[in-house]
């Protein structure tokens, strides 16, 4: 029996009224992750980098048994990074990313999901949500105050109840069997928003390639308005002897600079007890601090705040 593989299409973008991408995501041949930074600023892309970056060391050999606690253990030591970052740098507290990863091994699926991105499986024809958003919309939808349906279209439904943020956290784990022809979707809620599931199975359907597949989803993420930043990834179960070279090559987005290959990478939302959202790695033996990690892009950060505030003064002044 063949081993399984993915093969996989990316796609990011900012959207048409969003100035920054806080989407960060990775996809290679054995892991895909998504994530939907918040917090204002450069924040936001700044916690989903840091998670993605820390995901990024599972795309390997993962031992199907091992999955599970491989995933929840990386998932626990990227949240820990988020705390010190805030530790160190109070004016990143709010600062935090959804998560929404999956991870194949041998002919299993693992997958790990926190916030409100999404991953959807085609199978047969027929597609499915395979992830439950932690959202206070979706509270509502379990308790039977509100139907699906209603739930697209309410005013909070972007108000989001767990995310990665530094605090205790409890994401959800599943495994499914891993099955040749099955066609994921992974994506930010600037996809899921804004085109109907009935819409991205039909894309999901006809658009056999993936590449072509993923273009189309944007492009109608875009066309309904692009209200917030898209990404999609459009993954296919492939046999390894059935897969080209594409699928050994991965590929991340809002990556450090010095690692990214090309494309581009959210601000914060809460109900009760919810999260508002307007919206690296060290050499050696010791692990860099978080702060050497990430000290360029806070250095940044702040430089843009202060030169925004002296322009509003002048701006006072002159006008």
């Known amino acids: 029996m063949s081993a399984l593989t993915l093969r996989y299409a990316v796609r990011t973008d900012p959207g048409l009224v969003r100035e920054t991408n806080q989407d960060s995501v990775y996809a290679g041949s054995r892991l ?47 949240n820990e990074e988020l705390r010190e970052g805030v530790d160190a740098n109070p004016e990143l507290r709010g600062m935090g990313t959804t998560l929404t990863a999956l991870l194949i091994s041998g002919r299993a699926i693992a997958m790990v999901h926190i916030g409100d991105s999404r991953a959807y499986l085609l199978r047969d024809g027929r597609l499915r949500q395979v992830t439950k958003d932690h959202t206070y919309v979706q509270m509502l939808v379990d308790e039977g105050a509100i139907t699906a349906e209603e739930a697209s279209h309410h005013p909070h439904r972007s108000l989001v109840t767990q995310v990665l943020q530094g605090e205790p956290i409890e994401p959800n784990y599943s495994v499914r069997e891993a099955i040749k022809g099955d066609r994921y979707l992974l ?133």
């Open 32 to 78: 895909l992750a998504v994530a939907d930074g918040m917090g204002g600023m450069a924040a936001g892309d700044l916690a989903s980098s840091v998670v993605i970056t820390k995901l990024s060391e599972l795309d390997q050999d993962v031992p199907t048994a091992a999955m599970i606690d491989a995933l929840d253990q990386t998932v626990v030591a990227a």
């Open 187 to 319: 994506c930010s809620d600037g996809l899921s928003n804004v085109v109907s599931m009935a819409t991205m199975g039909d894309v999901l359907r006809d658009y056999r390639d993936a590449d072509a597949c993923a273009e189309r989803l944007i492009d109608l993420a875009l066309r309904a308005g692009g209200p917030d930043n898209i990404t999609a990834i459009v993954a296919d179960i492939v046999a390894v002897d059935d897969s080209d070279p594409q699928v050994a090559v991965a590929h991340r987005a809002n990556a450090p600079a010095e690692e990214r290959p090309s494309p581009r990478p959210r601000p914060a939302r809460a109900a009760p007890g919810g999260v508002e959202r307007p919206a690296p790695e060290p050499t050696g033996e010791q692990p860099a601090s978080w702060w050497a990690r990430h000290r360029l892009t806070l250095v940044l950060v702040l430089t843009l705040g202060v030169l925004l505030a002296a322009a509003g003064v002048w701006y006072v002044v002159t006008g």
